[in-house]
């Protein structure tokens, strides 16, 4: 599509009155030079060579080219959109008490400076402030802004408002630092819940019980306290801004009506619009220009098609709460950003995206899909735990009376941006997504105007595997600046501007930022473009770095004397056992890893990859501090696939080189990892026995994925958050070669059709469907049959549709036949086997009344396997255990179960309730024998049936029932 040209004078004046900055002609146009910028990732955590804001060579733009290349970047400036406004994440307590468990304050204020300064940091200039207690907190009680003391019940009137906690756990220190650094810093707000005493629970956590099949939020604000809770809003901003911290906007209620047990609560629509209303008013009486945004959670809680969805967008209906809302604020953990879009163009509201977390190449694709969907503003969650995950308190358990200092609730999370070393926390790892969002906010800046570009990836969800995506603005000085995030192969990519173009090649898992014209100086200048250092006869080696244990990798190099074309020496450093450094030589070939730095070590551990006889037979390890004078620290010649080089004593260097010393044939290594206070204890680096189990969170490397607290039996952490192409490496040892049963304990909310896939190499082992559990802590066990060789390899867990936890997986000598739930049967732990031992709390099953009645045992033995469920206490007690089962096709049902009694009960029966028509059920007789009931003929007419077991017994009467199973007539 061609312009013409008008002339060049009258252009320049029309479009610089409105689009400051902006060329016109091709003529203008060339000869501009664009500056580039490159971060890399290896594997979505580690930078890659330090590419990490890593200035390019300048690029002319010149006469377009006719030589192809694989994506075209068409700029407009004519065509303009939303206002940038910033970028940032949030002050929540868990980070800035990781922060100041930094020991010294020129090592905490380093961090900050990194995080808000955009020349020698992120630049990132946007933060999401927590009013009172958000779910991550390292400092138990959850709290509010109102706390009462004892024997005050309700405080209208607001007298014991404060933010004191906030400045004990140095949240307002952390704030006032950054601004020292950045005085430009805006903030916005967001509360998680009222005080307890504004609350129909009596408490500032929430309260989780069941309406119609769904878990849902009981905790509610109080009607009566709708006013009340408007003016401690505007309490908490004039007690910020009596700190020197203005704040910009707030969010009517972080996630209202999220069913969790951390701070949370419902909102009505009806109430939703009356607090906006009134949070507007007091904003006005108390003379406060912060703005208000709506909603505040997920794109499918705003609106979607779906009946269960909250459909929040019913709140504009009201013509007063629509003029009120200054803007929509959302969540991207559910739904599509392209509901953004029709928010926007539906009510002329700005949008802001206030909470997620996008990791890797990947997640800077979902940003770009932020604001491409008119998001203003993007904010990132957590910035800060340690490298063991902690501290924090935050669970995904429904259990409303749950013990918050139970150690698994202050750890277990995944990575995040920035992480405290928990050995040494003198040492911050700054891993790729800090880098990635800084692609963004070191470059962009307030007040930019995003402009046209094309782009197939728009509407960009978080499933792709292999893109090419970009978004453009245009800041306040007229300079243009475009993002690109390439997520697969490496790329040659044009950029075409006002009729001229430049062209590079962006490397693989590379985000980009191309910026040129305007009238600001460079925002990072690299004073020394020589990158030769100064040549010197004698260098310092400097200082030796002592850490234990397993050393970080971050950073390192590696080179070789030889290698396979596509076998590059780096693999052995990318966490990824998938890939390998391959020698494609004979004797003499070496490889050597740079450590950036002397360190400390006594062991180098190598393992080869899939292809297990490619091993060194003989090897020596060689250290150097300058990389030409090299000393011998071992050598031996009874390598294996698995060798782990113990050197008998400390030794400190640079550099590592490792040398095959007799083998007729090419070697190769897949990772290697060096260690400062090895033990015989520690696992080789692939050391998982099958048979065996195997804890999905146990993964060598992986991409996409991140894990949390679990609630199955064993608790300990699951993998969730898991998309389409998203994978984890396991490097497992097989006993013998045959054929091996895999189980997998899954969750899933509504299911996943072809999710999970068994991988080895390039060959699928086996497929399975996710059943819809009806919950993501609702637990069951799929498995298959899969063919495994003899020796160390490595399995890949894939995801071929998104939607599903993992908490393990187990392989067992030969197949089995496959569980009930595999041959039709749609109930989960139908025979009460998934727990794998006694529990008190039955898996896929839930329980009301007396609770502790129900439970999982194998006392006189089960029907089939060696568990059954059952009801006892030794008090007379209620006992209700039940499922409900989804996506049913409507028709008639038959329903059996085997049971036992001990007779005597006030009620003992077996139910099929709530599946469009009155409940049908059947007497559970006494008797020591198993017996089995069954119920014909249930028409289900919505899509479901609640299948359940009920007591009303006194002390020590029991029931026992096994083997349930729902079969279409």
């Known amino acids: 599509m061609g312009k013409k040209c008008i002339s060049l004078g009258l252009a320049a004046a029309l479009l610089t009155a409105v689009f400051p900055g902006a060329n016109v002609c091709p003529a203008a146009a060339q000869g501009v030079q664009a500056k580039v910028s490159f971060t890399q990732t ?173 878990w849902v939020q009981q905790a509610a604000l109080k009607d009566e306290d709708i006013p009340v809770f408007a003016k401690y809003y505007a309490k908490a901003v004039q007690a910020y801004e009596n700190e020197g911290i203005p704040i910009h906007a707030i969010t009517m209620l972080n996630e209202p009506g999220m069913d969790v047990v951390y701070p949370s609560m419902s909102l009505t629509i009806d109430q939703q619009q009356r607090l906006i209303k009134a949070i507007k008013s007091e904003f006005a009486n108390a003379g406060l220009s912060t703005k208000l945004w709506a909603h505040d959670f997920n794109f499918w809680d705003w609106k979607y098609s779906d009946p269960t969805t909250k459909n929040y967008y019913r709140i504009f209906n009201d013509p007063a709460t629509l003029n009120a809302a200054d803007g929509i604020a959302f969540h991207a953990y559910w739904g599509s950003p392209t509901v953004m879009t029709d928010a926007h163009q539906t009510y002329n ?105 094309n782009d197939t990836y728009a509407d960009y969800s978080g499933n792709e595997w292999d893109f090419l995506s970009n978004v453009a603005f245009q800041n306040p000085d007229g300079e243009t600046v475009v993002v690109v995030a390439n997520k697969g192969e490496p790329r040659s990519v044009q950029i075409n501007w006002n009729g001229s173009q430049i062209e590079t090649a962006i490397p693989a898992n590379t985000v980009a930022t191309f910026r040129w014209g305007g009238t600001a100086p460079d925002p990072d200048p690299d004073p020394d473009p020589d990158p030769e250092p100064d040549p010197d006869p004698e260098p310092d080696p400097g200082p030796v770095v002592i850490d234990n244990g397993e050393l970080s990798r971050t950073g390192w190099t590696a080179t070789a004397t030889s290698s396979n074309e596509s076998d590059i020496p780096q693999n052995v450093l990318d966490g990824d056992p998938a890939t390998r450094w391959w020698s494609g030589s004979n004797d003499g070939a070496s490889i050597t890893v740079d450590m950036k730095a002397r360190r400390e070590f006594d062991t180098v551990a190598f393992s080869t990859g899939a292809t297990v006889n490619d091993y060194a037979r003989a090897y020596r390890i060689e250290v150097s501090d300058d990389n030409t004078n090299w000393t011998p620290v071992l050598s031996s010649d009874s390598g294996s696939p698995n060798t782990v080089a113990q050197l008998g004593s400390k030794t400190d260097a640079r550099y590592i080189k490792l040398t095959q010393t007799n083998s007729s044939n090419w070697w190769e290594i897949n990772e290697l990892k060096v260690y ?57 040892n097989v006993a013998a070669s045959g054929t091996y049963t895999v189980k997998f304990r899954v969750a899933s909310e509504n299911g996943a059709g072809g999710a999970l896939q068994l991988k080895q190499g390039d060959s ?206």
């Open 349 to 453: 509201k700005d949008v802001h995206l206030t909470e997620t977390s996008c990791f890797g190449v990947k997640g800077a694709g979902q940003i770009i899909s932020f604001f491409r969907n008119y998001a203003k503003s993007y904010n990132a969650w957590v910035w800060m735990l340690d490298t063991e995950g902690k501290k924090h308190h935050w669970t995904s358990s429904r259990d409303n009376n749950i013990d918050w200092t139970q150690d698994d609730l202050m750890s277990q999370a995944g990575d995040t941006m920035l992480q405290l070393d928990a050995y040494d926390p003198s040492i911050v790892h700054y891993n790729f997504d800090y880098y990635m969002m800084g692609q963004f906010s070191k470059y962009i800046k307030e007040g930019a105007t995003r402009i046209g570009t």
């Open 42 to 214: 290896w594997d979505d955590k580690t930078i890659a060579d330090d590419v990490a804001w890593k200035e390019q060579p300048e690029l002319n733009f010149a006469e377009p080219s006719s030589t192809a290349a694989n994506a075209v970047i068409n700029v407009d400036p004519s065509q303009r959109y939303q206002e940038y406004l910033g970028m940032g994440v949030s002050m929540d307590e868990s980070s800035v008490h990781n922060l100041y468990r930094i020991p010294d304050a020129a090592g905490r204020d380093e961090v900050l400076k990194k995080l808000v300064d955009p020349v020698e940091g992120a630049g990132f200039n946007f933060w999401r402030v927590c009013f009172g207690s958000p779910d991550f907190i390292a400092t138990l009680p959850f709290y509010s802004y109102d706390e009462l003391p004892s024997g005050v019940t309700a405080d209208p009137d607001l007298q014991y408002f404060s933010i004191q906690r906030d400045k004990d756990l140095h949240l307002i220190d952390a704030i006032k630092k950054m601004q020292s650094f950045n005085p430009a810093l805006k903030f916005f707000a967001s509360a998680w819940s009222a005080p307890g005493w504004m609350k129909t629970n009596g408490s500032v956590t929430g309260h989780i019980g069941q309406a119609d099949g769904q």
């Open 676 to 732: 400062n206070g090895y033990s015989e204890s520690e696992p080789p680096p692939a050391d998982k026995a099958v048979p065996g189990k195997i804890e999905a969170e146990d993964y060598d490397s992986m991409n996409g994925v991140q894990t949390e607290n679990t609630s199955d039996t064993g608790e300990g952490s699951d993998v969730g958050w898991i998309d389409a192409g998203d994978w984890m490496d396991y490097n497992v």
């Open 764 to 969: 699928t082992l086996c497929t399975l469907d996710v059943p819809a559990t009806g919950g993501w802590q609702n637990w069951t066990t799929i498995s298959a049959a899969v063919t495994l060789p003899e020796g160390p390899q490595t399995l890949r867990v894939s995801a071929g549709n998104s939607g599903y936890n993992i908490n393990w997986f187990e392989f067992a000598e030969g197949a089995s036949d496959p569980p009930p739930e595999e041959k039709g049967n749609p109930v989960i732990n139908p025979s009460f086997e998934d727990n794998n031992g006694y529990s008190q709390t039955v898996s896929g099953w839930h329980e009301t009344a007396n609770t502790d009645a129900s439970f999982v045992e194998d006392d006189n033995g089960a029907h089939t396997g060696s568990y059954h469920g059952t009801h006892r206490s030794a008090d007379g007690y209620q006992a209700y255990t039940y499922q409900i089962v989804n996506g049913l096709e409507n028709g008639n049902y038959t329903l059996k179960a085997w049971v036992r009694s001990s007779g005597g009960q006030n009620a003992a029966k077996f139910e099929a309730k709530n599946f469009g028509s009155s409940t049908m059920g059947v007497d559970i007789p006494e008797s020591d024998s198993w017996t089995q009931l069954e119920i014909p003929d249930i028409n289900v007419t919505n899509g479901q049936i609640e299948i359940s077991f009920y007591s009303d017994a006194s002390a020590n009467q029991w029931i026992h029932f096994d083997d349930v199973e729902l079969s279409k007539q």
